[in-house]
């Protein structure tokens, strides 16, 4: 006799799935950014665009719903990772560019984790996803990226240990530090960014690597220390985040790494309801609030 369906856990991944995307393009909409694709302008990538990066999230969208009725039908975890390469393909055949390849794949190993985790406790999900990504980099073939060229020249852990270690940087960091600013607070946008700042000083992000170097990587969470004071003082970090936005511009430095746990925590905290989906979307950003000019 077949295992009858478990609803409420189909339901549960159909929404985490949602939410993720959602969470991309939340993240996508948090304005300031330095550095990155905002409402604003598109940071240190003039390859990019706000419509382009809708348009990814759509991609990743598709990938997410497909992963999910891969799980639900039982398939094993190579056809998932078939539909990661797939969508990342898609990546570049239709928008150019390899934006949020990262999201992908972090997104996507996090859903399956949920599906195949003992519980819903939030531990026994980042065992099972630590498990799953040791799994995966001990079978997949290694291809000449910017972040394997990167992990390799710093000898850095990037992507493939926040996952081995069941993302240290989105459970132990950036959620923590969104509550914990919700409660000093009351508003999601100075907890949106005090979670970016924190994140600016935890996550060894390649892309800064990759652009700056280890200077810019030390830049990088010098910033995101001098964010966090000023917002947690009550000193003017709409103009600081002016002035990184330029600076990191000039400098072509930007944070992919920071900017996939951003959305990622987004996306857990719309799967849990303690925000809703766009938000962020409907708010004029910070800066324009503060009345600061951007030249």
């Known amino acids: 006799m077949s295992k ?19 969470g991309a393009r939340r993240e996508l909409y948090l304005t300031p950014k330095p550095g990155l694709v905002d409402q604003r302008n598109s940071g240190s990538h003039p390859d990019l665009s706000l419509a382009l990066m809708e348009a990814s999230i759509d991609i990743v969208a598709s990938f997410l719903t497909a992963t999910v009725r891969s799980l639900v039908v039982g398939e094993p975890f190579e056809c998932q990772k078939q539909l990661a390469i797939v969508a990342e393909q898609r990546l570049y055949d239709e928008l150019g560019t390899n934006t949020h390849k990262g ?5 996507g190993m996090l859903l399956i984790a949920q599906w195949h985790a003992d519980s819903d406790e939030e531990s026994s999900i980042r065992e099972t996803l630590a498990q799953l990504a040791i799994r995966f980099f001990r079978t997949a073939q290694v291809l ?50 005090a979670m970016m700042a924190r994140l600016m000083q935890t996550v060894e992000d390649t892309t800064t690597l990759h652009r700056a170097g280890v200077l810019g990587l030390h830049r990088l969470k010098k910033d995101g220390n001098r964010l966090e004071r000023l917002i947690a003082d009550g000193g003017d970090y709409a103009t600081f985040l002016n002035e990184l936005d330029h600076d990191y511009i000039r400098m072509r430095m930007t ?21 809703e989906a766009s938000n962020v979307c409907a708010k004029i950003d910070v800066c324009v609030q503060a009345k600061v000019l951007v030249g």
């Open 144 to 193: 000449p990226s910017n972040g394997q060229r990167v992990r390799e020249k710093y000898d850095a852990k990037g992507i493939v240990g926040e996952t081995a270690l069941g993302l240290p940087s989105l459970f132990e960091v950036a959620l923590p530090a969104f509550r914990a600013a919700m409660r000093r607070f009351g508003d999601e946008e100075i907890a949106a960014l």
């Open 103 to 107: 999201f992908i794949f972090l997104s």
């Open 4 to 22: 009858p369906m478990n609803y409420s856990r189909i339901s549960a991944l159909e929404s985490l799935a949602t939410a993720l995307a959602q």
């Open 255 to 275: 944070m992919g790494g920071v900017a996939d746990m951003i959305g990622m925590a987004f996306g857990c905290l719309i799967a849990a309801g303690e925000i």
